[in-house]
């Protein structure tokens, strides 16, 4: 789901106003989740029953992406080879994530750091609990919307949460704190918090991972940016 232009409230695609500076100026948090595309794998096998097969592994990319077999073959053969991952459903959700959200959300960082404060983070907690499925036959990982569960107390799932470890608990702390020390001042910051840096040329972005979020590099490379030329 993109914004809807209407030349009124919206009168720019998100990416020309980020590039050209025609949005409103206010610090911005910009992340992603490790994993985000594990989540969309795990509903597909959930709904169906079924894992994600080798044999429908090129396939599943076709419906991914929306691309013909032989752009998915090259794809999966040369970007995210299945000998590379513990299973199939585990290659499509690292596929899925790149290119779908982690590259997309470095640029926006990368673009707001133009011309706002931004704090760039990516949420990597491998065993989050899961909130909206039984357990299916991969690991979810930092799926999509895991954090959320990490920061409010308010969310209702399907499946009940077996709550946090303690180390999650004080990654949990942690994130807190720097989500209403931003909404009070526009930086996350604060005494007793590891440091955030702000997002900039060295690429820095804020691992949220447990127990102690730490400042790390290495983003692109990790989720292949390079071979979807979002960078």
């Not at 199939?88 to 926006?108: I, K, M």
């Not at 760039?120 to 065993?127: A, G, I, T």
């Not at 899961?130 to 357990?135: K, S």
């Not at 999509?144 to 470890?165: C, D, R």
């Amino acid at each position: 789901m993109v914004p809807n232009l209407d030349a009124f409230v919206l009168p720019l695609t998100v990416r020309s106003a980020f590039t050209t500076g025609q949005f409103n100026r206010v610090p911005v948090i910009e992340g992603s989740t490790h994993d985000e595309w594990r989540l969309f794998v795990a509903q597909t096998e959930a709904t169906t029953g079924t894992p994600l097969t080798a044999a429908g592994y090129i396939p599943a990319i076709t419906a991914t992406l929306g691309v013909s077999l032989p752009v998915a073959t090259v794809i999966g053969t040369i970007g995210y080879p299945l000998a590379a991952y513990p299973s199939p459903s585990v290659a499509l959700g690292a596929l899925g994530t790149d290119v779908v959200f982690a590259c997309n959300a470095r640029l926006s960082s990368r673009l707001l750091s133009q011309y706002v404060r931004t704090y760039q983070y990516e949420f990597n907690d491998p065993n989050a609990p899961m909130l909206f499925f039984p357990p299916v036959s991969f690991p979810t990982g930092a799926y999509h919307a895991s954090e959320l569960q990490y920061i409010f107390n308010i969310l209702e799932t399907p499946v009940p949460s077996p709550g946090l470890t303690p180390a999650q608990a004080q990654l949990s702390d942690t994130m807190v704190k720097y989500w209403t020390q931003f909404a009070r001042s526009g930086d996350p910051n604060s005494a007793g918090a590891p440091t955030w840096p702000l997002y900039g040329s060295s690429d820095q972005f804020q691992s949220l991972h447990p127990p102690t979020p730490a400042t790390s590099t290495g983003f692109a490379a990790d989720h292949k940016c390079g071979f979807w030329g979002i960078n």
